[in-house]
């Protein structure tokens, strides 16, 4: 029986691959920031319509070097619903997460609580646009400069995403974003950081590669983060079929809603945002009924995955454990649905009719 999984990487054509591979094997130029990487930058930054883009080894460096670059401490206010890099990356530069609960239909930080929970410790939001859908970034921004706050997107998920014809990567201090193989536009491993400001690209840049300033030794502490040849010319490649990609997944997307509309709740898609569809997370009436739909779509070689549960609020062993009611029960009732280039459109009306009949 054919196996589907909740998300493939896309494959482009091997041999336009094989090209780069050629080149670099010819350039014999490896890491450090080589042509193909400085290319894909540049493609990037027009792409996307943003600038000071930095293209780094993955999404997780690129919060820790969001967080450091901003010389952030104390307390950063952030989301209980996201993946657990958004967590990690606050408790790994030293910082302490405080976390606010989600709005139920957007599944975003919810900006009417945040600011009950700034403290005199407080330094920064890191809010997630989860599953790709813009938080409600002008509130956050009124509330940010009223407190003097610094604002960190994890927009992992946000890939080509718009906001009132804007890159939603252009608001904020700073957006991170994920390249992962998982992700429909990748580059195998990888991760973007977008800046508001020129400078604080720059001083990326040193952190990137270990605060190396040229020739003229250390500008600051520094990491390496920098990604290799051989992924950038996979971003090079994949670049030239996100259109299709997107195309394919809007069909998907359209596909699940039709079929699934009345029966299962969606996500509350931003109506000043267009839609990347990198996921389709959908919520069931409980979390007994999510068990059982999972359980029999497994036993059809269908796999979902409970994209976000648990709750991180709740279940860091690092961490108190502290209950939001709104991220809790939705955690518990969320499961992303398969979504991905090569999957056929009959297999995504036979996994809606399944659904369907289970529930
Ligand atoms: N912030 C947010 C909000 C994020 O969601 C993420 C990452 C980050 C930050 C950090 O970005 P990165 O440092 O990862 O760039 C996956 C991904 O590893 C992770 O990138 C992603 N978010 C997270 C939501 O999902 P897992 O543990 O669920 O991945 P895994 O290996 O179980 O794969 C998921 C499905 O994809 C499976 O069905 C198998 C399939 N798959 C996976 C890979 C890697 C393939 O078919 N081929 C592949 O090459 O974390």
Not at 38 to 48: S, Y
Not at 136 to 157: C, G, N, R, S, T
Not at 227 to 247: P, Q, T
Request: net charge neutral; glycine share 4%; charged share 25%.
């Amino acid at each position: 029986m054919k196996k589907i999984l909740v998300t493939k990487p896309f494959m482009a054509p091997r041999k336009e691959y094989e090209v780069y591979i050629k080149k670099i094997w010819d350039n014999q130029w490896l890491t450090n920031m080589g042509p193909f990487a400085v290319e894909l930058e540049q493609k990037l930054q027009t792409h996307l319509d943003v600038e000071n883009l930095m293209f780094v080894s993955n999404g997780t460096i690129a919060l820790h070097m969001a967080i450091k670059v901003l010389g952030l401490k104390g307390e950063i206010i952030t989301t209980p619903f996201s993946f657990v890099a958004t967590s990690n990356s606050i408790m790994w530069e030293g910082c302490t997460p405080v976390f606010v609960d989600i709005e139920k239909g957007s599944l975003n930080i919810d900006p009417s609580l945040i600011e009950a929970a700034i403290t005199e410790k407080t330094t920064a939001i890191l809010a997630t646009h989860i599953f790709g859908n813009p938080c409600d970034v002008e509130a956050i921004q009124e509330i940010a400069v009223k407190h003097k706050l610094k604002i960190i997107y994890d927009a992992a998920h946000s890939f080509g995403v718009k906001f009132k014809n804007n890159s939603i990567f252009k608001y904020g201090d700073i957006s991170t974003c994920s390249l992962h193989a998982t992700k429909f536009y990748h580059t195998g491993e990888g991760g973007l950081i977008i800046a508001n400001d020129a400078e604080i690209l720059k001083a990326l840049g040193y952190i990137r590669n270990h605060g190396l300033q040229e020739d003229q030794g250390f500008a600051s502490i520094g990491t390496n983060a920098k990604n290799s040849e051989f992924h950038a010319a996979l971003g090079l490649v994949n670049l030239k079929y996100v259109d299709d990609i997107l195309k394919k997944r809007r069909e998907i997307a359209k596909i699940y809603e039709r079929k699934l509309k009345n029966k299962l709740e969606f996500q509350v898609w931003n109506n000043s945002a267009s839609k990347n569809n990198c996921y389709f997370p959908v919520v069931f009436s409980s979390e007994k009924q999510l068990l059982h739909v999972k359980e029999r779509l497994e036993q059809n070689n269908i796999y979902t995955r409970r994209y976000f549960y648990p709750s991180l609020s709740s279940s860091l062993p690092y961490l108190d454990p502290v209950i939001l009611p709104i991220t809790e029960d939705i955690s518990k009732r969320c499961l992303c649905l398969p979504i991905y280039f090569d999957l056929n459109l009959e297999d995504v009306e036979n996994i809606c009719n399944l659904i369907l009949s289970e529930i």
